[in-house]
């Protein structure tokens, strides 16, 4: 495969120049950034900012919604996701404070789950930790063909922090940055 980054429709009709990438489940795509959306906290988007107590049914800590949503409006665009939270673990279960962060998109917990991750800190340590990451998401893939342009519709995401282990406690404390930008596929 050539250093240059290749748009794959499908996997069915990939050439075999792709092959190894398709193999792995994993697709590289290049695009162009049309639209950036973001949510932090105001006025200051520092440590001890906020404090929300987590429990064990997800909490809702920053969403892209109604002026932030992002406006998709070809089919393939992607929608490259990145969230930041400052979270205190505060009393342990065992050994550990786990801290289960997950996104959804169209609705908090309702809508399709399309990311979740774990952290764990130990209590005892008072441990600061600070969990970033990133996720790639097709909202309007089984709307092929790729090269079709649609009426914009609006896709809101959120972004949730839950404690899995009953009997842990942990505050998100921030910063907290939830960013969403559409990525607009190349098209040859």
Known sequence: MSDELKETENPETASEE???????????????????????LQPSNTSGATSIPLTTTPTTIASLTGDDALNIFV??????????????????????????????RDAPVTGPLIFS????????????????FTHVDLPLIPLNPCDDFHHPE????????ELPLAGSQANVIGPITFTGAQILPNFK
Not at 76 to 97: E, F, Y
């Open 18 to 40: 792709n092959s190894d990438v398709i193999s792995s489940s994993f697709f590289k795509r290049r695009g162009l950034l049309v639209e950036f959306e973001f949510v932090t």
């Open 75 to 104: 089919v393939c665009s992607r929608v490259w996701l990145t969230a930041t939270v400052g979270w205190q673990a505060i009393t342990n279960v065992g050994n550990k404070v786990d801290v289960l962060f997950k996104i959804f």
């Open 117 to 132: 991750c774990r952290q764990s800190a130990n209590a005892a340590e008072e441990n600061f930790e600070t969990t970033t």
């Open 154 to 161: 609006k896709v809101s995401y959120f972004l949730t922090a």
